[in-house]
């Protein structure tokens, strides 16, 4: 059981891109492919071949009071495991990227969250690896993920590769990490992941697995799996969709499906991420991102904020070579260094967090669409006994609910 993720709120960092790495690694090799001590492939000791011998996860570290003063409570890091270029081309789960340290830095972060009451969720990439991952051919299928010729699909039949995946969770849950966000989910098949979970929790019950899963079945996809939630990819696109269109009946029904994708588990919910373009530039008209903001943390599920959403960031994803960075970008030494322009969206999503902590039963609440027009929209989120309403107006007339008037393009939350 994993009872601390109903309070859970996540602030997402990619940390290769927020401390500033450099964009391809130095190191030549992970391991020889012997097995080197209880670490399976790609585990060998000290940093030999690796290079790097920079510190930059302290930077992370730096941040761990912002993330409190947000409201957050949860760190979600992006991948941070050696790897070529990006990160989701891993070559060694058991070691640290030289770019951003070692396994101290590693420690010192976890320490550091531990202190202040913040959890820890790890990107585990365990669907394929890049090309210097050193494994016997039988680990992979000799196919390219989605035709990334840098990254190769592990061999998910084979059983050797589900014991790697069980080293490599618990290796890191010893650590100190309270979870991981398993990378492109919905290309493994469900059952590896319902075997190696179920090595692994009896040594960590407290642990908290998240599949990154973009449509198709969640509810079956959790049943199958037993993951315990999902990245939920359908209320993103329904936000940013029905407020850029003026159709709330597009976001009525994909919350209608998220109530099922509730029965099932905890998906995390979101507005932006590592690999979409962010909220700021996504939305056509900037007064409809509280609107964004108030789905999101009055929804149940557990939210993750994108680092520099809170401030307002923009940045657009492209379908090219270098296509994320803008959307991945560093981070200032410090908050004084931020533009007083993302102020009032930091405060609002101060606000707006604040009434999730005072409504923690949000969490797992039910949520009905009552009034519903095009630019309209009643929430009403309950637990049976508890009930909050969130008012969405995207028109350009004000409009009377039941519980009020909302003036044009504004919002209101009866608490």
């Known amino acids: 059981m994993n009872p601390w993720i109903d309070y859970a709120i996540w602030w997402h960092v990619y940390p290769l891109g927020f ?51 947000l409201g957050a409570n949860g760190l979600q890091l992006g991948p941070i495991f050696a790897s070529e270029t990006h990160g989701y081309d891993t070559v060694d789960h058991f070691r640290i990227d030289p770019r951003l340290g070692d396994d101290d830095d590693f420690d010192k972060l976890i320490a550091a969250a531990r202190e202040r009451g913040i959890r820890v969720l790890l990107d585990g990439v365990f669907n394929h690896v890049g090309r210097g991952f050193h494994a016997p051919a039988h680990w992979l299928t000799g196919a390219a993920f989605e035709g990334h010729g840098s990254l190769l699909e592990l061999n998910h039949a084979e059983p050797e ?8 969770m618990n290796h890191w849950l010893d650590r100190g990490a309270s979870g991981w966000r398993l990378d492109a989910a919905y290309a493994v098949p469900p059952q590896f992941w319902r075997d190696v979970l179920a090595r692994v929790r009896p040594a960590h019950p407290d642990a908290w697995f998240a599949g990154e899963v973009i449509h198709g079945d969640y509810p079956g ?23 850029n269109d003026r159709n709330l009946w597009e976001l009525a029904w994909a919350v209608k499906r998220h109530q099922e994708v509730l029965a099932a588990g905890m998906p995390m919910t979101f507005v932006g991420n590592h690999d979409v373009t962010r909220i700021a530039s996504r939305l056509t008209d900037e007064r409809h ?20 959403d ?5 940045g657009v994803k492209e379908d090219r070579a270098g296509g994320d960075d803008d959307v991945r970008p560093v981070f200032p030494a410090s908050p004084a260094e931020f533009s007083a322009l993302g102020r009032p969206v930091f405060e609002l999503h101060q606000r707006l967090i604040g009434i999730r902590r005072r409504h923690a039963w949000l969490a797992h609440a039910r949520t009905e669409v009552g009034e519903l027009t095009n630019t309209t929209m009643a929430l009403t989120s309950t637990d049976g006994t508890n009930r909050l309403t969130a008012l969405l ?15 044009p393009h504004d919002w209101m939350i009866v608490e």
Request: hydrophobic share 35%; no cysteine; glycine share 18%.
């Open 161 to 168: 590769v589900a014991d790697h995946v069980v080293r490599v």
């Open 393 to 407: 107006n995207i028109g350009d007339e004000p409009h009377t609910f039941p519980a009020g008037t909302v003036p």
């Open 221 to 243: 996809y959790l049943a199958a799996s037993t993951l315990d939630g999902i990245t939920q990819y359908e209320i993103w696109k329904a936000i940013w969709s029905s407020l």
């Open 289 to 308: 991102l509280a609107h964004a903001l108030v789905v999101l943390f009055t929804l149940g599920g557990t939210p993750s904020i994108y680092y520099g």
């Open 19 to 69: 401390t500033g790495a450099p964009r391809e690694s130095t190191l030549t090799g992970a391991g020889d492919g012997s097995g080197s001590g209880h670490h399976g492939f790609g585990g060998g000791s000290g940093h030999d071949g690796f290079g790097g011998g920079e510190h930059r996860l302290s930077k992370i570290v730096d941040w761990l009071d912002y993330l409190l003063e």
């Open 310 to 314: 809170e401030q307002a960031y923009r």
